[in-house]
């Protein structure tokens, strides 16, 4: 084979050798760069991940109970709707409640007025008696 001794033609073949080199180097490594790229963006964007899933369900769990204690109270206002009769019942028994005892009392002090006045009275006609 011969030799070719041209200087120019030698830098340009080696430039273009290095240059095809350089891109079969990276063809070949791609794959595994983006691989190290993927690897590298999971380690980051996991932890903060799980830590948020960690407090969704916290939260989740939090809303739930909330979520409960709405419905029982629900149930209970409603179950008080019921009741609207039965309290209007009560409170005519305690009104006719209070108007007996009222009048339990005014008895009762007019009798004591009435045997007071009796007795001082039978007082009266026991001293007014001549012996």
């Known amino acids: ?3 070719i001794h ?3 033609l030698q830098a340009k073949s080696r430039r273009a050798t290095g240059i095809l080199s350089e891109n079969l180097h990276f063809v070949a490594n ?5 691989f190290y790229r993927l690897q590298e963006h999971v380690r980051k964007s996991v932890p903060p991940m799980i830590e948020k899933r960690v407090q969704v369900q916290k939260l989740h769990k939090d809303l739930q109970g909330h979520n409960y204690d709405v419905e029982y109270a629900i149930g209970a206002v409603h179950s008080i709707e019921n009741c609207e009769e039965p309290l209007n019942n009560i409170q ?3 009104k ?3 108007f007996l005892s009222q009048q ?3 008895e ?3 009798r004591s007025k009435t045997s007071q006045t ?3 009275a039978s007082f009266n006609f026991i001293k007014n008696v001549p012996v």
Do not use: C, G, V
């Open 1 to 3: 084979m011969s030799e």
């Open 6 to 8: 041209d200087p120019d």
């Open 30 to 34: 791609e794959p595994s760069l983006a």
């Open 92 to 94: 005519e028994l305690l």
């Open 96 to 98: 006719n409640a209070l």
């Open 104 to 106: 339990i009392k005014y």
């Open 108 to 110: 009762h002090t007019r």
């Open 118 to 120: 009796n007795s001082d």
